[in-house]
């Protein structure tokens, strides 16, 4: 029997994957309202951080093997400065594509999560689409971000990788959605 995970299930694990990260560390701290309900916010605080790893890794996963299996990255995987830094033996790589990500998410020796401030400038729409509302427009956008920080080593050279989580799970988005 060949089984590949199914693309749709993947793109509703991205979305919930988006939501607890965006709960757990966003929306927790900007609305006090999340306070009355108790046992989910001490469940958030307790077990949030797990919850995001496991399923970040479980989506990393997925996504390597159908790559692996069907190519799914081909043709749409692009370098972007904004998905993360890695650093090799100290020197940073510039623009991560998603398989390099991917990679470092699952190969990892120790794994953590922590907020970062973030700040975009959108100086004009980079490559036509045929869906223009899915163009973002032109600006500048600051806000909270959840980053994943990873550390690791390949043939015997140590790396540290941080992801931005949102970016990520946009661009594998933008990937289940142009997939073929």
């Not at 479980?58 to 650093?87: E, T, V």
């Not at 806000?143 to 946009?170: A, H, M, Y």
């Amino acid at each position: 029997m060949n089984f590949l995970p199914g693309t749709e299930k993947i793109a509703e694990e991205c979305v919930e994957l988006f939501s607890l990260a965006n709960t757990r560390f966003i929306s927790a701290g900007a609305q006090s309202s999340l306070v009355r309900y108790q046992y989910v916010f001490n469940d958030l605080s307790m077990r949030g951080d797990q919850l995001i790893i496991e399923k970040t890794l479980a989506i990393a996963i997925k996504i390597r093997f159908l790559d692996d299996q069907s190519h799914l990255l081909k043709g749409l995987d692009r370098k972007s400065p904004h998905i993360g830094h890695l650093r090799i033996e100290g020197i940073e790589q510039p623009n991560i594509d998603i398989r390099t990500a991917l990679n470092k998410l699952i190969h990892h020796i120790s794994i953590g999560v922590e907020i970062k401030p973030t700040s975009v400038t959108i100086l004009q729409v980079a490559a036509p689409t045929t869906l223009p509302d899915l163009q973002i427009p032109p600006g500048h956008y600051e806000g909270l971000t959840v980053v994943i920080k990873t550390t690791g080593e390949q043939r015997q050279k140590p790396w540290e990788f941080e992801v931005d989580l949102f970016e990520l799970i946009n661009e594998i988005l933008r990937v289940l959605y142009l997939a073929p």
